[in-house]
C-alpha cells in the first residue's frame, strides 16, 4: 500500500497563490506517473496536473499557465504551485500516484483524502 500525505490547500481571495504537496513516503519499486485531480461540487472529477516518470507534464487547459507541478526524490513528493486563482479552481483537490509498489505488484492508482481549495471573488 502507498500512503500518500498531502499538504497545503486553504481559503485564498481571487488573483492569490497556494501551493498544494504530495509525499509518497517509503519504498516504491516504480512510480509511473504523479499528480492531482480535482472534484467540484456536482462536477466530474477532472484531472489538473500530472508530471510521468520520465518528467513529461500536463495540465488542465484552464490552468495551464497559471500552474505549475514539480517533483523532487524526496520522500517521492510532488507540488503544484498555484498562481492567480479563480473562484472556478475551487474544489477538493486529490493527489493521485499510479505506481508499482513492489517487483512482484502490478501497477494501480493511490489516491489521497484530499484538501480543499476556496477560492472566493
Known amino acids: 500500500q502507498v500512503h500518500l500525505v498531502e499538504s497545503g490547500g486553504g481559503s485564498v481571495q481571487a488573483g492569490g497563490s497556494l501551493t498544494l504537496s504530495c509525499a509518497a513516503p517509503?519504498?516504491?519499486?516504480?512510480?509511473?506517473?504523479q499528480g492531482w485531480y480535482r472534484q467540484a461540487p456536482g462536477m466530474e472529477r477532472e484531472l489538473v496536473a500530472q508530471?510521468?516518470?520520465?518528467?513529461?507534464?500536463n495540465y488542465e487547459n484552464t490552468v495551464k499557465g497559471r500552474f505549475t507541478i514539480s517533483r523532487d526524490n524526496a520522500e517521492n513528493t510532488v507540488h503544484l504551485q498555484m498562481n492567480n486563482l479563480k473562484p472556478e479552481d475551487t474544489g477538493l483537490y486529490l493527489c493521485?500516484?499510479?505506481?508499482?509498489?513492489?517487483?512482484?505488484?502490478?501497477?494501480?492508482?493511490?489516491w489521497g483524502q484530499g484538501t480543499q481549495v476556496t477560492v472566493s471573488s
Open positions: 508530471i510521468s516518470y520520465d518528467g513529461t507534464r
Open positions: 493521485y500516484c499510479n505506481a508499482q509498489k513492489r517487483r512482484e505488484d502490478g501497477e494501480r492508482d493511490y
Open positions: 517509503g519504498y516504491i519499486f516504480s512510480i509511473n506517473s
